[in-house]
């Protein structure tokens, strides 16, 4: 069988065949420009990771250049500032870090040169920051105590924990000679954690100080009252009549130096006395005693020095009360603020002494009408050494107050004051009514 093309089937071949190579002409160069385009894009793409590495291993140098390729400058732009502002805070933050150790440095010189001594200790009492001088008193270095109890090195008194130290007495075994206080504090932090630092003072050299300064005034007073004792007991005999008859305005003299004498005798004893007292202890000998009949002994004791200034001791009783106290000490207390009150009160005015109750004490007041005390100083009367003595001329040494609120101290009472500016001052004696002392009311 004859298959023959005609003229127009040939030239229709050969314009397909013709149209089919610029087809994969087109697309050869299409493919081969996508594929140089990709290239580009996976190029950047690597230079940015690698850059973003660089950064996240704390090269903060690095910049990312544009390259020509569609909507490129915005992501090189983005990463460009983020690296700018990571470098900026780096560099803040460098600053602050050098300011923080240049101010911890400041402050851990500050601390390692006072001479008192700072532990710091979890709950479990174990060391976690000590300064040097812990180190020095503990003879041993810093870093060899962290980890360590603090009860290996310290000794404290029986029945005290170290949580709740307030200038106690403790012993370092190490120096056994030395005196040392402790105080503790807690530490206030953000976490749940317990933490106390525990400040260690030497006090040797002031004990030693304050020991000198009682054997002194112990010595002092001691040989004070010695002439004094003398004196008194030869005016007696004076006034006795072993020397002869002495007339009356010579007895008169006699009994005013007896008077001063008496006067300077205890005031002496007070000054031992104060002395004496050390550690806010007072040795206490209690006993049973009707107030009726105490005050009483130390009214008439009172009225011949209250009849100079011609004051009236008014006692107001309702009926008898027993106290449990120490006799000498507490006589001493309202002995103390009677004075007070024929010094400082009106001459010519009634003192009142008034006994009663209130709730949980038995109360004994002293009561005087005259100058008062103001505000600023009602403050400051029961200080060691503080005396309104100098404002009226008189002399005082600003211990009797302080004594007399020591002992009701000792006898877990209190001392208190009222008074009005120009019309009265009245003292407070508190004696609890414990199951020591309970309540007998007299016939």
Known sequence: MDISLTNGQILFLYILNIFVLVVLVVLFFTTRSNHRSWSKINDYLGVVTKTIDSVRYGDLTKKI????????????????????????????????????????????????????????????????????????????????????????????????????LNNTDIVINEDKTANFVARTMELNLDDKKKRYVVIIKNVTDQRELENLKEDF?????????????????????????????????????????????????????????????????????????????????IITEMTPIADKTKNELKFNLTRDIRVFADRMQLKRVIKNLIQNAISYGDAGSPIEITIGEIPKYVIIKVKDYGAGISESDIEKIFNKYYSAAKKFRKIGTGLGLYLAFQIMKAHNGDLTVESKEGEYTEFCIKIPASSESTLYYGE
């Open 65 to 164: 250049e544009e390259v020509d390729i569609p909507n490129s400058e915005e992501l090189a732009d983005s990463v460009n500032r983020m690296i700018e502002t990571l470098y900026d805070r780096e560099k803040m933050i460098d600053e602050y870090q050098t300011e923080l150790k240049r101010q911890n440095k400041l402050l851990e010189a500050i601390i390692n040169s006072l001479s008192d001594g700072l532990v710091i200790v979890d709950e479990y009492h174990v060391i976690l920051r000590a300064t040097k001088m812990i180190s020095i008193w503990l003879n041993i270095s810093g870093n060899e105590l962290i980890g360590k109890k603090l009860s290996d090195y310290i000794k404290l008194p029986k029945g005290k924990i170290l949580e709740k």
């Open 217 to 297: 005034v112990a010595t002092l007073t001691h040989d004070l009252k010695v002439p004094i004792i003398a004196e008194t007991n030869m005016l007696e005999l004076f006034l006795g009549g072993s020397f002869g008859t002495v007339n009356e305005k010579q007895t008169i003299a006699l009994k005013n130096m007896q008077s001063s004498n008496k006067e300077l005798l205890d005031l002496v004893q007070t000054v031992l006395d104060t002395y004496k007292y050390k550690g806010n202890i007072i040795r206490l000998y209690k006993e049973n005693i009707m107030l009726k009949s105490f005050v009483n002994e």
